[in-house]
């Protein structure tokens, strides 16, 4: 998209200079109007193209098709009108040209699909605020307040508005496309950026030409339009592709960047004022001040946002992190946490100690799910759950396998007493009624039992032995436990 882009850019530019060379050729009138009448031309197309983009499209990427043919509209008749650009604009004029950049930034906010909201919104705002003051302080001052004695009485404030508008609409429209990742209309939105940037030139251009006989300018304004009216007509070719999507800023080089630039301009505006013979300007001076205190503000903001936002990196990895090692029913560990604890618990046991494996299957929970249904069986799991969760000690390991099977580490017992008791604690929890909306469940569970007494054992030997004991518990009745065995027979499901 990077390469699409400058290429476009390099197209229009090398297009704008081959006709603006090509019209100077001719008389100063006759050039003038050629390239209005191409801009004009140019213009209606863009403007068709919009219109044709907005028919196939729908909500914000239609308005922001609408809102490019306004654009479109507005130059066409900008440079229809008998005055050039770069003369000083009457009343009507100014209209067109305010209403150009305000349909072009309303594209592009239509474009540009933002998220942002607080903190990263008010340091957004002084990005923009602080980027157009220090630009306009500069501008003000080598190019407004010498063509003052040139321009009529009053054209001056005009020209001061019109390019302060243009030069912040250029400053919003980079600072929003900074701060999004490339989408399907990332060539629109881009080439949207240049062609506010474009525009405030142009203006800046007419400021500088005014009243100067020869002067390079005003075919440098010339080229500038001709090229803003080509990429708008790419800009109508390529709208229909989607929004351009919003990504982190915090990341983004560019961005980090920002606050400095409004510094570097501020010192150079100062440098500039000081050389003055008649000092400096007490309007520029506020300016200067004022774009200072914002870009410091916003380097503060700029901080708080990243802090903001690494708690946020720090919730979404504990929420990984829980849904990685977490049952998302029960909220008890999953299969893959309980080894993981298993392992850790069981190389922990000293040769005096004993560990626990208490395996559990719930008894009437298929009877549970096919009367009252899945969503009261979820129910039951999810009660089950939390009576395990209060019945086992701090330190134990309780973790649900899968469907009704469910297990508890104990680490770090004296005998086999502390894990009879447990399961006796844990038959009494299960198998109290359980209230759901206006039925009772009743579940049981049965228990088996394998211990391993100091190291060497593993998860897997102790599942398969207290699963043994579970059937054997089974077999005795259900609602009951029983303790693994090395003469425990499986076939028979008693002890020998």
Partial sequence: MRHQFGISVSAAVAAGVLVQSAASLLRDDMTATIIAALVAALAAYAAAGFIRSARSTHGRTRGACLAGAAASGFLGLLYLLPQGPASVPPPVQVTLALSLVAMMVLQLGLLIRSETTGLALVTRVLDVAAGSAAVFSLVWRFAIEPAIGALPYGASSVMGLLEGCAIFGAAWALVSIVNTAPGRSGHAAHLLGTILTLYAVNVLL???????????????????????????????????????????????VVWMLLPYVPMSLTFVAVAALSLQPDGA????????????????????LSLLVIRDQAHQIDRQRELLDRQAHHDSLTGLYNRAACHAHAEQILDSVQPHQQAAVLLIDLDGFKPVNDTLGHAAGDAVLIEVGSRMTEAIRPGDVAARLGGDEFVVLLPRIADTHHAEALAQRLLRHIAEPIPIGDATARVSASIGISLATGKGHDLRTLLREADDALYTAKASGKNTFHRYDTQMQRTTGLAA
Avoid: K
């Avoid at 800009?235 to 351009?244: L, M």
């Avoid at 300007?281 to 503060?300: D, E, G, S, W, Y």
């Fill in 281 to 300: 300007n007490p309007m520029l001076i506020c300016v200067l001040l004022a774009t200072t205190a914002m870009a410091m503000i916003r380097q503060f």
């Fill in 206 to 252: 007419g400021l500088l030409d005014y009243g100067n006989e020869d002067s390079p300018y005003a075919a440098l304004a010339d080229t500038a339009v001709v090229t803003i009216a080509l990429l708008l007509v790419l800009v109508s070719r390529d709208i229909a592709g989607g929004a351009h999507q919003p990504h982190n800023p915090s990341f983004s």
